[in-house]
């Protein structure tokens, strides 16, 4: 998922929320972010440290939510819960097979999966831990057969809120979907378990089997190939468009893409989201407020229960908001206010902490499963042969202090990271190897590796060159000319001070080893969009030399086995540093197929050795702030759900 960042266009004149804050719409600009065959990275921002952007605290909450305030209460008698969504990242796709550009937490855990379930749920109402979860599941776990080459799953009795049952025909349905248009589904990659289907069969309502031409590795198709399977209602979606009559269109090709088409076009209308009737028919255990439930121009959105739910939690709330701020500032006013029972504290914020204590708050950090990273562009004219060094890669981490920003930037609120796996939270799936710093912070580490490959350092605040051109062990190495100068380009996502601390810190830790660092800012969705502009083969857009989102980077939601198909393998979508390595190719190759996690472990020790990417320190996800009237939060998810069907709420 995407970092997000605060793509408000203006202000309006009013803080009602009905004609207040006007974001512009980035994320419709589909072609802004094509890479060719690429797209963008799978990551969501940290509201704790998007606090920066100081604006107008008015503003702050939609019309929908400030009625509810004052006992609007829905047509339940538990009352109304409302929860603080990311600054500057309003809900923007609503039907689940969502493009890349689409994949922020406001669209894929805090809105889907409330409305539609996939089919394998990952995560706990009660655990950090990212793994399976078959309780809030719909179907029941996996068999493979075969010799491990076909897999059929069972599934639970659910039924559509319409009060159809739901059957393997609505897997059916998203599986002719996908195969049919999925270059344009987020989280695929090249060569990925759904390019190795062979045989599908949907005879059996409530049981379906797939396939494969191999055997794949049981917690890799479980994690990332069915994990993304989310039963969708044929009877009621299967249409080409508007008023069109429900077929089986899905079950051609050209039937599906019209199909396909068809939804993302509905959903890219924001405005009928509440209005629409494709979108009332779910099997979550909520449903968008028919006709008020969600405001376009401010990102609000109200849930109302799906009285017709299945599952095991049924909802006790009568009403689930969420409600989009224009700052983190706004955000911590309303939250003193008592206008938000889950909400966060910016760190700038972070001495306010005993403040909310004193007062009956509960004070959460909110774990990731994800990593932050700095990728490099090795496809660039200039620098791409001097990134292609290793020993420069690790000089460069060598003088990432991770700790002191941890420390100083985020306050304590985080953990660090030394491979592609994350360290926090805890799982099976972090290497022995990657569990360490291999490349701890030094700056005499730093410069004895550049001076040992023929870099001169000639004074304070220059930057070293090669003096030994060659590709010898102890030369610079091959492409770079005598006399090329380490100075290199940076551009990060402003408005996030945490962000500047660290880039500047990293500079100067740089400059002390004969690195210099020109660094420049831009909003979110340009850093994005650059870095996703660069077309290796053609050199079109390849300027960019290094760029940081954020933290996290990545996140593993909802492919959740840390293989890096998606960020790490030559030409997979979201490789946006070119990085192209055979080893790494057939390590990621041998993780999907190979039992066991040491498959798994030999890609993520090769890939913390040879740092396609400089390892930077995650954030905490947020620091939680949840009301003394809101009870059920028992621990916070790191694939970033939230269950607000298990919340309640006590009387003030």
Same mark, same amino acid.
């Given at each position: 998922?995407?970092?997000?960042?605060?793509p408000?266009?203006?202000? *309006?004149?009013?803080c009602d929320?009905?004609?207040?804050q006007v974001?512009?719409?980035?994320w419709?600009?589909r072609?802004?972010?094509?890479?060719?065959?690429? @797209?963008?990275?799978?990551?969501?921002? #940290?509201?704790?440290?998007?606090?920066?952007?100081l604006?107008a605290a008015?503003g702050a909450?939609?019309?929908?939510?400030?009625?509810?305030?004052q006992?609007?209460?829905?047509s339940g008698?538990?009352g109304v819960v409302?929860?603080?969504?990311?600054?500057?990242?309003?809900?923007?796709?609503?039907?689940? %097979?969502?493009p890349?550009?689409?994949a922020?937490?406001?669209?894929?855990?805090?809105f889907?999966?409330?409305?539609?379930?996939?089919?394998?749920? !990952?995560?706990h109402?009660?655990?950090?831990?990212p793994t399976?979860?078959?309780r809030?599941?719909?179907?029941?776990?996996?068999?493979?057969s075969?010799?491990?080459?076909?897999v059929?799953?069972?599934?639970?009795?659910?039924?559509?809120?319409d009060?159809?049952?739901?059957t393997?025909?609505?897997?059916?349905?998203?599986?002719?979907?996908?195969l049919?248009?999925?270059?344009s589904?987020?989280?695929?990659a090249?060569?990925?378990w759904?390019?190795?289907?062979?045989g %599908?069969?949907?005879?059996?309502?409530g049981?379906?089997?797939?396939t !494969?031409?191999?055997?794949?590795?049981?917690?890799?198709l479980?994690y990332?190939?069915l994990?993304?399977?989310?039963?969708?209602?044929q009877?009621?979606?299967d249409?080409?468009?508007?008023g069109?009559?429900i077929?089986?269109y899905?079950?051609t090709?050209?039937?599906?893409r019209?199909v396909?088409?068809?939804?993302?076009?509905?959903s890219?209308?924001?405005?009928t989201?509440d209005?629409?009737? =494709?979108?009332? @028919?779910v099997d979550?255990?909520?449903?968008?407020?028919?006709n008020?439930?969600f405001?376009?121009?401010?990102?609000?959105a109200?849930?109302?229960p799906?009285?017709?739910?299945?599952?095991?939690?049924?909802?006790?709330?009568s009403?689930?908001e969420?409600?989009? !701020?224009?700052? *983190?500032?706004?955000?911590?006013?309303?939250?003193?206010?008592?206008?938000?029972?889950y909400?966060?504290?910016?760190?700038?914020?972070?001495?306010?902490?005993?403040r909310?204590?004193?007062?009956?708050y509960?004070?959460?950090?909110?774990?990731?499963?994800?990593?932050?990273?700095?990728p490099?562009?090795?496809?660039n004219?200039?620098?791409g042969?001097?990134?292609?060094?290793? /020993?420069?890669?690790?000089?460069?981490?060598?003088v990432i202090?991770?700790?002191q920003?941890?420390?100083r930037?985020?306050?304590?609120?985080?953990?660090p990271?030394?491979g592609p796996?994350?360290v926090?939270?805890?799982s099976? !799936?972090?290497?022995?190897?990657? #569990?360490?710093?291999?490349y701890?912070?030094?700056?005499?580490?730093?410069?004895?590796?550049?001076?040992?490959?023929?870099?001169?350092?000639?004074?304070?605040?220059?930057?070293?060159?090669?003096?030994r051109?060659?590709s010898?062990p102890?030369?610079?190495?091959a492409?770079?000319?005598?006399g090329?100068?380490?100075?290199?380009t940076? =551009?990060?996502?402003?408005?996030?001070?945490?962000?500047s601390?660290?880039?500047?810190a990293w500079?100067?830790s740089?400059?002390e080893?004969?690195i210099?660092?020109?660094?420049?800012?831009?909003?979110?969705?340009?850093?994005?969009a650059?870095?996703?502009?660069?077309?290796?083969?053609t050199?079109?857009?390849?300027?960019?030399?290094?760029?940081?989102?954020g933290?996290?980077t990545?996140?593993? @939601?909802?492919?959740?086995y840390?293989?890096?198909?998606?960020?790490?393998h030559?030409?997979?979508?979201?490789?946006v540093?070119? /990085?192209?390595?055979?080893?790494?190719?057939?390590?990621?190759?041998?993780?999907?197929?190979q039992?066991?996690?040491?498959?798994? /472990?030999?890609?993520?020790?090769?890939?913390?050795?040879?740092?396609p990417l400089?390892?930077m320190?995650?954030?905490v996800?947020?620091?939680?702030?949840?009301s003394k009237r809101?009870h059920?939060v028992?621990?916070?998810?790191?694939?970033?759900h939230?269950?607000?069907?298990?919340?309640?709420?006590?009387?003030?």
């Amino acid at each position: 998922m995407k970092a997000g960042a605060l793509p408000w266009a203006g202000t *309006a004149n009013r803080c009602d929320g009905s004609n207040g804050q006007v974001y512009e719409d980035l994320w419709r600009r589909r072609n802004v972010l094509s890479k060719s065959t690429r @797209v963008r990275r799978l990551v969501v921002g #940290a509201a704790a440290i998007a606090g920066a952007s100081l604006l107008a605290a008015c503003g702050a909450v939609s019309a929908g939510a400030q009625l509810s305030r004052q006992g609007q209460t829905g047509s339940g008698s538990g009352g109304v819960v409302t929860f603080a969504n990311q600054v500057g990242a309003p809900p923007t796709y609503i039907f689940p %097979m969502y493009p890349i550009q689409d994949a922020q937490n406001s669209d894929i855990t805090y809105f889907q999966p409330l409305l539609w379930r996939p089919l394998y749920w !990952f995560g706990h109402e009660s655990s950090s831990a990212p793994t399976i979860n078959y309780r809030l599941s719909l179907a029941y776990p996996p068999e493979f057969s075969n010799g491990g080459r076909t897999v059929t799953v069972r599934l639970r009795r659910y039924v559509w809120s319409d009060g159809r049952p739901v059957t393997s025909r609505d897997v059916e349905f998203w599986m002719h979907l996908l195969l049919a248009v999925k270059s344009s589904w987020g989280i695929w990659a090249p060569g990925d378990w759904s390019s190795h289907i062979v045989g %599908m069969n949907f005879a059996r309502p409530g049981q379906f089997s797939i396939t !494969f031409n191999q055997q794949f590795n049981q917690n890799y198709l479980l994690y990332n190939g069915l994990a993304q399977i989310t039963p969708i209602p044929q009877h009621a979606w299967d249409r080409k468009a508007a008023g069109g009559a429900i077929g089986n269109y899905d079950r051609t090709a050209a039937g599906a893409r019209a199909v396909y088409s068809y939804l993302n076009d509905q959903s890219k209308t924001l405005a009928t989201w509440d209005t629409n009737p =494709l979108w009332q @028919v779910v099997d979550g255990p909520w449903r968008l407020q028919p006709n008020t439930g969600f405001n376009p121009a401010t990102g609000y959105a109200a849930f109302v229960p799906n009285r017709h739910y299945s599952g095991p939690q049924r909802p006790k709330v009568s009403k689930y908001e969420l409600l989009t !701020f224009t700052s *983190a500032t706004a955000e911590f006013d309303a939250l003193l206010a008592g206008r938000v029972d889950y909400g966060y504290l910016p760190f700038q914020d972070v001495a306010l902490k005993q403040r909310l204590l004193s007062s009956g708050y509960q004070v959460k950090p909110w774990l990731y499963w994800g990593i932050s990273y700095i990728p490099f562009n090795f496809a660039n004219p200039r620098v791409g042969r001097v990134f292609d060094q290793l /020993y420069i890669r690790q000089a460069m981490q060598h003088v990432i202090d991770e700790s002191q920003y941890i420390s100083r930037v985020f306050k304590g609120y985080g953990s660090p990271d030394y491979g592609p796996v994350p360290v926090q939270p805890p799982s099976q !799936f972090v290497s022995p190897l990657a #569990a360490h710093p291999l490349y701890p912070y030094s700056v005499g580490a730093a410069r004895q590796l550049l001076a040992s490959h023929g870099w001169v350092l000639h004074g304070a605040n220059s930057a070293a060159s090669c003096e030994r051109p060659g590709s010898g062990p102890s030369e610079c190495g091959a492409g770079i000319a005598r006399g090329a100068a380490l100075n290199f380009t940076m =551009l990060y996502a402003s408005g996030t001070p945490a962000y500047s601390q660290i880039m500047q810190a990293w500079k100067s830790s740089l400059a002390e080893a004969g690195i210099q660092l020109a660094l420049s800012q831009a909003p979110f969705s340009t850093v994005a969009a650059t870095e996703a502009g660069c077309d290796a083969k053609t050199g079109s857009g390849c300027s960019w030399e290094m760029t940081y989102l954020g933290a996290p980077t990545t996140t593993y @939601v909802p492919v959740y086995y840390p293989t890096g198909e998606i960020i790490l393998h030559s030409g997979a979508p979201d490789n946006v540093g070119n /990085y192209d390595n055979p080893v790494n190719d057939a390590n990621i190759n041998a993780s999907h197929v190979q039992p066991g996690l040491g498959a798994l /472990y030999r890609y993520e020790d090769f890939v913390a050795r040879q740092l396609p990417l400089l390892y930077m320190p995650n954030s905490v996800y947020q620091i939680s702030v949840i009301s003394k009237r809101l009870h059920g939060v028992t621990a916070q998810d790191s694939t970033n759900h939230i269950y607000p069907e298990v919340w309640t709420l006590s009387k003030r």
